[in-house]
């Protein structure tokens, strides 16, 4: 009867929308990481243009998916569901996407675990993947335990290759004491470091960043490149962390606290399980 045929094709057009899932697109290359991580290959209808640079830490899933520049035109001719931004975007195109009906999906700028916590269950809630953001909190969480107390509190100074320091109210900070160091720089957020201040005072141990060779933040005319700033690399780093873990407030920001701590010496474990 053509009742059932109706029933039927409606049933079957429900059952077409709930296995292909929502429409996601990611705006910048920080998104992108949540997007490639949280949704299903087929869902994923565009991720910013960085999102296979040598810094966008899951470069490799974004290869063969769809690259698209932010512009209203170009987002609304993918159709999404659901946008995920950390910084791409003003925030007129994310009203215009709202008020189209799009979910819009910030990323906070967190600068703790707590808040990275935050950013990975809210995301994962609107993507409907519940259980693989709690699988990313889990991961993250199980490397902070292993890595915590690693250094027992010896003091070290964070360097960039363009020459900024990081000290308390941001990630690095956290990732560093969450490691077991001391950070030396007592001073709020990020400031600059001139080449003769770390002449004049050297620190006693430095935890470098952006110092990859395929980084775009990597700056060949940073005072990181200075041949000083690297034999102070060369006597006193502890560990180089790739642009892939510090540019985005998420969970692999653990695979740098596990890295900070792999870097301890093991004369200085015993030294301090000794004492």
Not at 196 to 203: D, G, M, N, S
Request: charge should be positive.
């Amino acid at each position: 009867m053509m009742w059932r045929a109706v029933l039927a094709a409606a049933l079957s057009l429900i059952a077409s929308r709930v296995s292909a899932g929502s429409r996601v697109l990611s705006l910048d290359q920080c998104a992108d990481q949540y997007v490639l991580a949280m949704s299903r290959r087929a869902d994923i209808v565009g991720l910013s243009t960085r999102a296979t640079r040598g810094d966008s830490y899951l470069r490799r899933l974004a290869h063969g998916l769809p690259l698209r520049r932010t512009s209203e035109e170009s987002i609304l001719a993918s159709r999404p569901d659901i946008v995920v931004r950390y910084w791409g975007g003003d925030e007129r195109l994310l009203s215009r996407l709202a008020d189209r009906g799009v979910t819009v999906v910030r990323i906070d700028d967190a600068t703790d675990f707590p808040g990275i916590r935050v950013n990975i269950r809210r995301v994962a809630q609107a993507l409907k993947q519940r259980a693989a953001g709690e699988a990313l909190v889990a991961g993250m969480d199980r490397q902070l335990t292993a890595s915590r107390g690693a250094w027992r509190g010896a003091r070290a100074f964070y360097l960039t290759s363009g020459g900024d320091t990081a000290g308390t109210g941001t990630l690095v900070d956290s990732m560093m004491r969450a490691a077991g160091l001391t950070n030396v720089e007592t001073a709020s957020g990020f400031r600059s470091v001139s080449l003769e201040q770390l002449v004049l005072h050297p620190p006693d141990a430095v935890v470098g960043g952006f110092f990859d060779a395929d980084s775009d933040a990597s700056q060949s005319w940073g005072i990181g490149r200075h041949q000083i700033v690297r034999d102070l690399l060369d006597k006193h780093g502890l560990v180089r962390l790739p642009a892939s873990l510090l540019g985005c407030p998420a969970w692999f920001a653990g695979d740098g606290v596990a890295a900070i701590a792999a870097a301890r010496p093991a004369a200085h474990s015993r030294s301090n399980a000794g004492g």
